[in-house]
């Protein structure tokens, strides 16, 4: 069966890449026809997912221009690959974006013009059971991006400590009953395996006392599972700290989160390397020697209601955007300005080139 998957707040995203006049207020849909020339250079998808993004983005593009696309998915990258088989301008990498800096210099790329996130999971992956994102549908326990590495979410259940899920249910899911979960998965283990997506749906809907209106019981111990077995906001960290030292002067920078964890860490980010005085008030740096703004932010795009009406992905979708300034990097490479999500352990570089 094939899926699908609707991309969000397209134009605005690539607009935000290709338009010299870009605003967050101009972002409108038709801005892209009055773009006054094909853009050359090199450009990032670190999140191909169907590649909706990334064929928006070659149409704007000029022959002599590159696009190169990562995923950590292998049916993601199956799809790039027979986009690139139609257009050479177009470079595959399987990989996380974390390692996009030294997957690049493998291709001899060492400055971009531009690089988009879309952050989080496809509809793909949702929609295809035995994927296991899906609280709604019976499949394996899984909720890997890449199938070809890590263990499944069954495998971490099975063995993590009490304290291990907990932690990691309260930080990433925000839920109140972590503990009460944690402990439920625990005294269920000692009889059977957790090992479905059902299985897990039901126990925690049978300890969250509280019903959130139009929401699944188990919605944030799914989202909480998924971003930790994906290292989603480690690896958001380091792909931050990539694009910093990766942009050209006036590069551009778009991504698009879809919960206040992601969002934060951008927001953020954008915010210390377009103001690092402020940043850095509180420390005892002479004027002179304090950093200079690398980034200057080009502001936050959220869907238009026809495009939320039409997609439910887009009610939470937050587009920001951001510029390289022509200031050089600080000495520690703009480190500095990205956060450190708690208990984040440095990247493995997973795959290669394919
Ligand atoms: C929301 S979808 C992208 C959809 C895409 N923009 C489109 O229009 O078809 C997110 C994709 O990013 C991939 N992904 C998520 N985190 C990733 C990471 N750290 N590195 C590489 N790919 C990642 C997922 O596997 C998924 O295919």
């Not at 935000?16 to 773009?35: H, I």
């Not at 998965?185 to 957790?194: H, Q, T």
Request: aromatic share 4%; glycine share 8%; with cysteine.
């Amino acid at each position: 069966m094939a899926f699908t998957h609707r991309s969000v707040l397209l134009e605005p995203t690539v607009g935000a890449l290709v338009d010299p006049q870009f605003s967050a207020k101009s972002a409108r849909r038709g801005s892209l026809e009055a773009l006054p020339a094909r853009r050359s250079g090199v450009f990032v998808d670190g999140t191909f997912g169907r590649g909706g993004h990334s064929r928006l983005l070659l149409s704007c593009l000029a022959d002599d221009a590159r696009l190169v696309v990562f995923d950590k998915d292998p049916e993601a990258i199956a799809q790039a690959q027979a986009l690139r088989a139609e257009d050479p301008r177009v470079e595959v990498v399987h990989a996380g974006f974390a390692s996009m800096r030294e997957c690049l210099q493998d291709l001899g790329v060492d400055q971009v013009d531009g690089v988009m996130l879309d952050l989080g999971v496809s509809s793909p992956q949702i929609d295809d059971a035995a994927r296991g994102f899906s609280f709604m549908r019976e499949g394996p326990l899984d909720m890997r991006m890449d199938t070809s590495s890590g263990p499944t979410a069954a495998q971490w259940l099975a063995e993590a400590s009490v304290d291990e899920i907990r932690e990691v249910i309260a930080r990433y899911g925000e839920e109140r009953f972590a503990f009460q979960i944690a402990k439920a998965v625990a005294a269920r283990r000692e009889s059977r395996p957790l090992r479905t997506t059902l299985d897990l749906a039901e126990l925690v809907a049978g300890v969250v006392r509280t019903r959130e209106k139009g929401q699944h019981p188990a919605t944030r111990t799914f989202q909480a599972l998924r971003i930790h077995l994906n290292r989603e906001l480690e690896e958001l960290a380091l792909a931050l700290a990539a694009v910093l030292k990766l942009l050209a002067p006036r590069g551009r920078l778009a991504v698009i989160s879809f919960h206040s964890l992601e969002d934060r860490m951008v927001k953020q980010c954008i915010a210390a390397a377009s103001r690092p005085a402020a940043a850095q008030a509180r420390l005892p740096i002479p004027e002179k020697d304090m950093p200079r703004p690398i980034l200057l932010s080009l502001g936050r795009v959220l869907a238009e209601p026809d495009e939320v009406a039409g997609n439910a992905r887009a009610r939470s979708a937050v587009l920001r955007v951001a510029e390289r300034t022509h200031e050089p990097l600080p000495p520690d490479g703009g480190a500095s300005f990205v956060g450190t999500p708690p208990g984040a352990a440095p990247a493995r570089r997973r795959g290669g080139r394919t």
